[in-house]
């Protein structure tokens, strides 16, 4: 959508720095709620924003499409990071000590695979016209993770 370098690295410093402020929506949440649902509204909250996000494929306007994509993207990464706060005190506080170890080297495996294959991902759809399948394998993603959270948290109470 002929962005220069130079303005994708600053939405990219943008996006962290908002990202940053998951950690401060996190403490403030867990004041009035628990960890389990702090989990719950982020990672819904990243989803919705996502849905901002792919919503913009579909949107004619150039401008408008690229307003979605950013601020849709920009906003997610506080219920990201919210998210990633709240699966790692979970995990902290369910698993037992002795196996905290596996459990956590399964887990980075896992992201580890799953981030080679957004990799790979972007090796067999290069061209820029195929960048919806991108998005919408990176929000299928966050909506399966999402329900899978849900069953695995919400299932047992």
Known sequence: RK???????????????VGLLGTIVYAYSTKFLSVETTGMW???????CLS????????????????????????????????DVAITQIFQESIPSH??????????????????????LGIVFPNPKQFYI???AGYTSVGIAMILYYIGIFRKK
């Open 134 to 136: 991108l998005v919408a």
């Open 3 to 17: 962005m220069t370098f130079a303005t994708v690295g600053i939405w990219k410093g943008v996006s962290s720095a």
């Open 52 to 83: 901002v996000s792919y919503a913009s494929l579909f949107v004619l306007s150039d401008d408008a499409s690229l307003g979605m994509l950013i601020g849709g993207v920009i906003a997610s990464r506080v219920g990201l990071w919210v998210f």
């Open 42 to 48: 982020s990672i819904v909250f990243q989803f919705s």
């Open 99 to 120: 196996i905290r170890g596996v459990v956590g080297g399964v887990q980075k495996s896992l992201s580890a695979f799953f981030g080679i294959f957004s990799f790979v």
